[in-house]
């Protein structure tokens, strides 16, 4: 859904994103591609690293095939208006009786807005059919890249991700939606710092993913979220310009 421009640096690695249809500030497991990829090449090793994007400085710790990022610092936008709930869940053949009422519908950033959205259980999540034109103008509405879909799971957070303002109907795995999603669950009291969580992403479309994430207080009360990840070259090639 992205491609990742990379430039090495003395300074580290600078890097932009793009999706088909513009260039985004961040993209979480294009970041941890772009890392494993750098390993494997033999241009990076083992230990930490600078990742200078549209959303920060970020470090990135690569440890053997496993990548662990930064997100930028999360925040709380809005809670998503009560007259647009109905909206929202309608966009994807569902009603608000599908959200478990213990949990809002809000709009946060680790990088880039989402908004999260609860459902009620998995067969919810996988019965979901999304109206990309609804979905589009809640995007532009609320400016938001997208749509993050989510139920707690048995020992696991599941999701789907949708941001067809970006010419993405669905995405199969989604570091940002990830983070923010890890940072919604701790201010609920489901996500404890220092553990990490598993999301099991990309089931809707039959391209299940993993993401791990991990989150942290400072002494002075900041919170940072990390997210996690492999991954593997599955094309390789080159282009002539």
Same mark, same amino acid.
């Given at each position: 859904?992205? &491609?990742?421009? *990379?430039?090495? @640096?003395?300074?580290? #690695?600078?890097?932009?994103?793009?999706? $088909?249809?513009?260039?985004?500030? =961040?993209?979480?497991?294009?970041?941890?591609?772009?890392?494993?990829?750098?390993?494997?090449?033999?241009?990076?090793?083992?230990?930490?690293?600078?990742?200078?994007?549209?959303?920060? &400085?970020?470090? *990135?710790?690569? @440890?053997?095939?496993? #990548?662990?990022?930064?997100?930028?610092? $999360?925040?709380?936008?809005?809670? =998503?208006?009560?007259?647009?709930?109905?909206?929202?869940?309608?966009?994807?053949?569902?009603?608000?009786?599908?959200?478990?009422?213990?949990?809002?519908?809000?709009?946060?950033?680790?990088?880039?807005?989402?908004?999260?959205?609860?459902?009620?259980?998995?067969?919810?999540?996988?019965?979901?059919?999304?109206?990309?034109?609804?979905?589009?103008?809640?995007?532009?509405?609320?400016?938001?890249?997208?749509?993050?879909?989510?139920?707690?799971?048995?020992?696991?957070?599941?999701?789907?991700?949708?941001?067809?303002?970006?010419?993405?109907?669905?995405?199969?795995?989604?570091?940002?939606?990830?983070?923010?999603?890890?940072?919604?669950?701790?201010?609920?009291?489901?996500?404890?710092?220092?553990?990490?969580?598993?999301?099991?992403?990309?089931?809707?479309?039959?391209?299940?993913?993993?993401?791990?994430?991990?989150?942290?207080?400072?002494?002075?009360?900041?919170?940072?979220?990390?997210?996690?990840?492999?991954?593997?070259?599955?094309?390789?090639?080159?282009?002539?310009?």
């Amino acid at each position: 859904s992205e &491609t990742a421009f *990379v430039r090495l @640096a003395p300074d580290g #690695v600078h890097l932009r994103y793009f999706t $088909p249809a513009g260039e985004v500030d =961040l993209c979480g497991h294009a970041t941890v591609g772009s890392f494993a990829l750098l390993r494997a090449l033999g241009k990076i090793g083992d230990g930490m690293h600078t990742a200078h994007t549209r959303a920060g &400085t970020l470090r *990135v710790e690569v @440890a053997g095939g496993t #990548v662990w990022m930064d997100m930028a610092p $999360p925040k709380l936008l809005q809670t =998503l208006p009560q007259d647009a709930l109905g909206e929202l869940y309608a966009a994807y053949g569902l009603t608000e009786s599908d959200r478990p009422a213990e949990l809002p519908v809000e709009i946060i950033s680790t990088g880039l807005a989402d908004i999260m959205m609860p459902v009620r259980d998995r067969e919810t999540l996988l019965r979901a059919v999304q109206d990309e034109t609804a979905v589009t103008a809640l995007s532009r509405r609320f400016d938001v890249t997208g749509v993050h879909m989510f139920c707690l799971g048995d020992g696991c957070v599941c999701c789907s991700n949708f941001a067809p303002l970006y010419d993405i109907p669905e995405e199969c795995a989604t570091g940002t939606s990830n983070g923010a999603l890890t940072y919604y669950l701790y201010r609920r009291g489901l996500v404890r710092p220092g553990e990490e969580t598993l999301f099991m992403q990309g089931e809707h479309m039959h391209r299940p993913s993993h993401i791990r994430s991990r989150l942290h207080i400072a002494p002075d009360g900041a919170v940072t979220v990390r997210i996690g990840g492999q991954a593997v070259m599955s094309l390789a090639g080159h282009m002539d310009i």
